[in-house]
């Protein structure tokens, strides 16, 4: 959803404010990832393995890779066209990983505005987003978070 300004944003408080495109969360992406951390745990890697052995009958996504993927889903669902001097990620409040993401599946994001205020004596905002990503065709979501970002004047 695009928003003309963070006043416009500010409407959304408590609120929905968009709704990612699903994105498959491809084997490749898994290795890749897995390269870039160093972290090469078989449930991540190994498929042959991971249908024998693991409880999720695949290979599954680092958590910490569906949570970069935020960084993505979250700029898709919600664009605000005044745009900043500087943004920056400050971190989250709450994240949970809630359920495995197996190699193959596609993700979404649900981004509800939870607050907005003034930081560092007016220069900047604080957005907090509470994100849910889904996973397709199953109840539970995979992620759910308390996401902060600074987006300064």
Known sequence: MKYANLDALRETIGKEAGLSDWLTVSQEMINQFADATGDHQWIHLDRERANAESPFGTT?????????????????????????????????????????????????????????????GGAGVEICWGITVELEGREKPALVAEWLGRRYR
């Open 60 to 120: 599954i996504a680092h958590g910490f890779l569906t949570m970069s993927l935020l960084v993505k889903l979250v700029s898709e669902a919600v664009e605000v066209e005044e745009q900043p001097r500087l943004s920056v990620n400050y971190g989250f409040n709450r994240l949970r990983f809630v359920s495995p993401v197996p190699s193959d599946s596609r993700i979404r994001a649900r981004v509800v505005t939870q607050s907005i205020k003034e930081v560092d």
